[in-house]
């Protein structure tokens, strides 16, 4: 009993401090579930690299995180700040084992639990896109990063294949759902914007 109510303790600590770093809007804390995990969602005027190192940092001081893993991803649902209307809302939260990636339209909502690699999510958020709009799925095949700057996905629809480039510089979430959403055909490839399908 003592121990369920120190780890309460721990967990109610945790929250706040995440809830006291700028630019965090809101948290969601949950470690005892199967797909546990802290989602964290930002302000609209957050820096997101600056967040997710001050988040990242704090989890390794609470000893939920180690130095070696793999970094945190935060979900960033609002890019219409960034100028750009996707015709969606994406977010990528960790989960233990994995990641897990939801993509909300104005009536339908699909998330996919994958692993937790670049692959992995793309190809989970192309799922969950293709689903809320009603589109056949595409295969990704690749990930990478191109420079500093930008992040290129490649889809296949088993004749065809198609890549999208993303911007970095508001973040990896903004950056993976601009690439897979032009590469699975969704998004414009000089604009960004949702195309009409």
Same mark, same amino acid.
């Given at each position: 009993?003592?121990? #369920? ?11 706040e ?22 989602k ?7 820096n997101?690299?600056?967040?997710l ?8 001081? !609470?000893?939920?995180?180690?130095h070696?893993?793999?970094m945190?991803?935060?979900g960033?649902?609002?890019?219409? %700040?960034m100028?750009?209307?996707?015709g ?6 960790p ?23 670049p ?8 799922d ?16 990478? %990063?191109?420079?500093d ?12 294949e ?7 510089? !508001?973040?990896?979430? !903004?950056?993976?759902?601009?690439a ?10 000089? #604009? ?6």
């Open positions: 009993m003592a121990a #369920t109510n120190a780890g309460s303790v721990v967990r109610a600590k945790l929250r401090r995440l809830e006291d770093i700028p630019g965090v809007a809101s948290v969601a804390l949950d470690l005892d579930d199967v797909e546990s995990g802290i964290v969602k930002l302000d609209d005027d957050a997101e690299a600056e967040v190192e001050r988040v990242r940092e704090l989890l390794i001081a !609470y000893g939920v995180r180690s070696d893993h793999p945190l991803q935060i960033q649902s609002r890019f219409g %700040r100028g750009v209307d996707i969606v809302a994406v977010e990528v939260s989960v233990k084992g994995g990641a897990r990636v939801e993509v909300i339209g104005q009536s339908v909502r699909s998330v996919r639990v994958v692993p937790s690699t692959t992995a999510i793309a190809q989970g958020m192309s969950a896109w293709c689903q809320v709009v009603g589109k056949i799925p595409v295969e990704i095949t690749k990930v990478a %990063r191109t420079g700057e930008s992040l290129r996905v490649v889809a296949t629809d088993g004749n065809n198609r890549d999208g480039i993303g911007d970095l510089t !508001y973040g990896w979430i !903004y950056a993976l759902a601009q897979v959403g032009k590469a699975i055909g969704l998004l414009d490839a000089e #604009t960004g914007a949702k195309m009409r399908i």
